[in-house]
Each structure stands twice: as structure tokens, then as C-alpha cells.
């Protein structure tokens, strides 16, 4: 029987140009001293002799670029950033720095680059610059590693959930409810026409308009007001609840928070997964283990390009190697305050710590670096600084301002908040409750829909949503969560 996977990998490698990993380790494979290939890529390194020429090529595949050793006449044109295709001899390499050279035989130049006025130079460049130049900043070295690992993680996060038999689901970037109750939400409008919405164009439209048409003027295109998602779970709940018990979300988010701080984005990508038959211990264990079974594949798969952002974050691997130790410690909220105000006491935080409020950055990393040394689940949050679909720890208590729910947040040292997840409120009374305390009787009716989870075939679950960029900060040491990302939009900026 033909593998499906293997003749389609087979029939792109036939007629797409190998990538330059693939041509070395082809001849390394074939254990022949001279192989005859043809690479292509960028200069991103040329040096000029009296009779002999090296250059260095990238395609961004490999950790390090594949030296080739050129005639004086066959480097001329060359310049840092061209575009060659370069057919030649690949054999052991003499130098040090490298297994293998090109010697090349014939040099194609593909596309000129003007050095002098080229953004990128082969030189230190800082991140402030290059933000700048977002169509060209990821072909540095640094970026272009960090562009691996990223899909890498992306890849490899997919592949464990699908070996655990999770189901993959679309959830929509519009929507009309905002998930976290926060109000910070992108609005969107269409330029839709109420009056030509006729197929012929014809703007006289006098045929009977109906349901919900006079709503259009309102709210151009649909009948109620549109956002851009904040989060994809309310949507991934109807999936676990009835249809599938294990589900997972992967895709961009959206706050239009005004916050410019390393650890922000005003689009971001969130893992969120949810699963049925289960409480906020399950979904713990879940976490650690499918973050730490990530972490090590990443690791293992890109050690090279992780191995050089390292170089460059001090303390970088340290926090990478923790999140691939699990379980990681747990403390509640209750227990963190207490300890909180202890260290007060002697050494005052920016912020006094108190029981029933947000704890800030500094609390969070204070637990994390000075109590636990590595990462912690913090849990049972007060239940009036969170959202309406937390699982209440004992209702009979739930109008006490001492009332708690069952939540957790994931602190990493130096990184902050890595994942966020509860088990969520199963109970349809308790939940109707919750939705009008938080909102009003006006939007728990537009979230009826949310309700008939409960009514029909109700199930305890549980779910949680991972920042995707703070994981790859916790990975590589990158500092800016902006630096982690192709095109970052953020409060001021939004290039391209």
C-alpha cells in the first residue's frame, strides 16, 4: 500500500528546490565524499581574496550558513543579501566552523541587493530598529531562529494534542459577546450598504425588507454588534459539551487594551482547550504535561536555533529546562496574600498586597523566583475579580466577599502569566446568577445560548487558554513578547 504522506512529501520535494538542511543532509546520508548539488538562498556573508572567494549561504533552514568557496570572477555581483543559485561539489570542509562546503562550479545571481542602501547590514542592529522594518527584520539571524522555533512549537503543539485525541476547532474571529467581560474589545464595522443590497446593484429597492433588515442600519452588515474575538472558549464549550468531550482552539486574539509593556500585544495567538469530565486538578495536569511534552520536542527539534537565542538572554535555558520538569508547584490565592504581606512587612512591595484585589507583576514574580524557584499555579481566586463562567468553589457562600472560584493561573519566573483556566460553572442556576451580577438580565439574555449548555445534557468541565507568544518568550529568552512575532500590533503600532 502507498503512504499517502510519504509519495505527497516525495511529490514536493520532486518539483520545489530542496532546502539547504535537506541538501546536507542528503550527502551526509549518502556517505559519499563529493556530491553534486545546487542550492539556493541569500549571501549573508561575502569575503573577497586575491584569488579565492568565500561566501556564506542562507535559506534560513540551517542553524548556520553552508560556506562556499568561489573563483574571483564568480563572486563579482555578490553582495550581502543577493540572491544566488549556486550548483557545485558538496564535500568535508577543512575550516573549522563547518562540516561541510560548496566548492561551486557555476553562480547564478538571482536577485541584486544594494548594500548601501539596504535596512539590514551585517552588523548589530537593535530590536527598536527593526520593529521598524517588519518586512525585512526577519531575515537577521536572530529572528530567523526565532521564526524556527516558532514553528516548531506551533507544529508540535498540534501533534500532541492530536496523539491525545483532541479535535481541532475553528472557532470565528467575529463575534458579538466579549468572553472576559472586560469591555476591551476591537468593534467592527462593514462599509455594507443598506440600500444596495440587491444581486443587480439597483439602490431603488422597494421589495419588502425582512426580519431584522432595519436592524442593518444600526450595525452595517450583521444584526447586533460585532467584535473581535477575545478569546475562542464560550464557542469551544458547545464542541466539549455534546459533541466531542476533548477540544482545542488555536488562533489570533484580539485586546484593545492600552498597554505597553514587553509582555503585551494587541494581537496575540491563543491556544485555549477545554475538556469534559473533568475539574481544575485535571486541567492543571493537563497544562503541565502538555507544556512540558512541548517544551522537550522544541528543544529537541531546534536545539541549534535555541542554542544561539540562549546565548544572547542570560538564565534563558534555566527557565526552559524548569517548564520541562512538571508537576509544577501549586499554592492558592489565599496562601500567595499571606505570604505577600509577610515580605511586606519587611521589604514593601510598589503595590500592598490585599486579599481581594488583582495581584500585580511584582506579587506574581515574587512567588515564582522567591517561594517556589520556578513555575506555580497559582489558584481560588477571589470570585469577584473573575469572570462570570467560573466554576464557584461553595455556592452557599457566593455572595460573601470572601467567596472564591475555581481558577488557576500559571506564573513562570521572569515571564508572568503563561496560561490562564477554571473549571467552569456546570450549574445553570449558579451560572444565570453569575452572568447578571456581572453584566445585567439584558446580557444574559444574549447569551441564552451559552445557558442551554447547562439545560441540555449539562457535563462539569474544565479549559484553560495559553498565551502562544509567552510561551515562546519562556523558550527562547526573548525579552519583548514583540520580538516573538512576524508583524507585532501593539498600543502606537501597526505596521503594514
Keep these: 500500500p502507498i503512504n499517502s504522506s510519504s509519495s505527497s512529501f516525495c511529490l514536493a520535494m520532486s518539483f520545489l528546490r530542496p532546502t539547504i538542511q535537506r541538501v546536507v543532509v542528503g550527502a551526509s546520508v549518502s556517505g559519499q565524499q563529493h556530491n553534486s548539488v545546487s542550492v539556493s538562498g541569500w549571501v549573508r556573508a561575502i569575503r573577497k581574496q586575491k584569488r579565492i572567494a568565500f561566501a556564506a549561504i542562507s535559506d534560513g533552514s540551517t542553524d548556520v550558513p553552508l560556506q562556499v568557496v568561489l573563483r574571483p570572477e564568480q563572486a563579482e555581483g555578490l553582495t550581502f543579501g543577493s540572491c544566488v543559485v549556486i550548483e557545485g561539489d558538496l564535500c568535508d570542509s577543512p575550516g573549522k566552523g563547518q562540516d561541510k562546503e560548496l566548492q561551486a562550479k557555476e553562480v547564478t545571481l538571482v536577485g541584486e541587493c544594494d548594500v548601501h542602501t539596504n535596512p539590514i ?137 492600552n498597554s505597553n509593556t514587553p509582555r503585551h500585544l494587541s494581537e496575540f495567538y491563543m491556544l485555549e482547550a477545554e475538556v469534559a469530565f473533568a475539574g481544575l486538578e485535571d486541567c492543571l495536569k493537563l497544562q503541565e504535561a502538555l507544556i512540558s511534552e512541548v517544551v522537550k520536542g522544541v528543544v529537541n527539534k531546534e536545539k541549534g536555533a535555541l542554542e544561539r537565542l540562549w546565548e544572547k538572554n542570560e538564565g534563558a535555558e534555566d527557565i526552559c ?32 498586597p490585599c486579599w481581594g484585589n488583582e495581584l500585580a507583576f511584582e506579587h506574581e514574580q515574587y512567588i515564582a523566583k522567591n517561594i517556589v524557584g520556578g513555575p506555580v499555579f497559582i489558584t481560588h481566586y477571589p470570585r469577584k475579580i473573575k469572570p462570570f463562567y467560573m466554576l464557584q468553589d461553595n455556592p452557599l457562600n457566593n455572595s460573601n466577599e470572601s467567596a472564591t472560584v475555581s481558577a488557576s493561573d500559571l506564573i513562570v519566573p521572569h515571564v508572568g502569566e503563561l496560561t490562564g483556566g477554571s473549571a467552569r460553572e456546570h450549574r445553570e442556576d449558579l451560572l444565570r446568577t453569575a452572568l447578571a451580577q456581572q453584566f445585567g438580565d439584558k446580557e444574559v439574555n444574549s447569551l441564552e445560548w451559552y445557558v442551554d449548555l447547562r439545560k441540555f445534557g449539562t457535563v462539569e468541565h474544565a479549559g484553560f487558554g495559553l498565551g502562544f507568544e509567552r510561551l515562546l518568550r519562556a523558550i527562547t529568552g526573548i525579552q519583548n513578547v514583540r520580538d516573538v512575532i512576524p508583524f507585532p500590533r501593539h498600543p502606537g503600532q501597526c505596521h503594514l
Design 321 to 352: 529546562r524548569m517548564l520541562m520538569r512538571s508537576p509544577y508547584a501549586r499554592i492558592t490565592y489565599t496562601e500567595s496574600i499571606d505570604l505577600l504581606n509577610q515580605q511586606h512587612g519587611h521589604t514593601p512591595f510598589k503595590e500592598p
Design 121 to 257: 547590514q551585517p552588523k548589530y542592529m537593535t530590536p527598536e530598529f527593526l520593529r521598524t522594518i517588519p518586512h525585512l527584520r526577519l531575515r537577521t539571524s536572530l529572528l530567523s531562529a526565532m521564526m524556527r522555533v516558532r514553528s516548531a512549537t506551533t507544529h508540535l503543539i498540534h501533534d500532541v494534542l492530536n496523539s491525545w485525541d483532541f479535535m481541532h476547532v475553528h472557532t470565528p474571529i467575529l463575534t458579538s459577546n466579549d468572553c472576559e467581560g472586560s469591555g476591551e474589545v476591537f468593534s467592527v464595522r462593514s462599509n455594507y450598504d443598506d440600500d444596495a443590497d440587491r444581486a443587480d446593484g439597483n439602490s431603488n429597492n422597494t421589495e419588502p425588507k425582512g426580519d431584522g433588515h432595519a436592524r442593518h442600519e444600526h450595525h452595517g452588515l450583521f444584526s447586533s454588534p460585532m467584535n473581535l474575538t477575545v478569546s475562542g472558549q464560550l464557542h469551544l464549550e458547545t464542541v466539549t459539551c455534546g459533541t466531542y468531550p476533548r477540544s482545542y482552539t488555536f488562533g489570533p486574539t484580539f485586546r484593545a487594551e
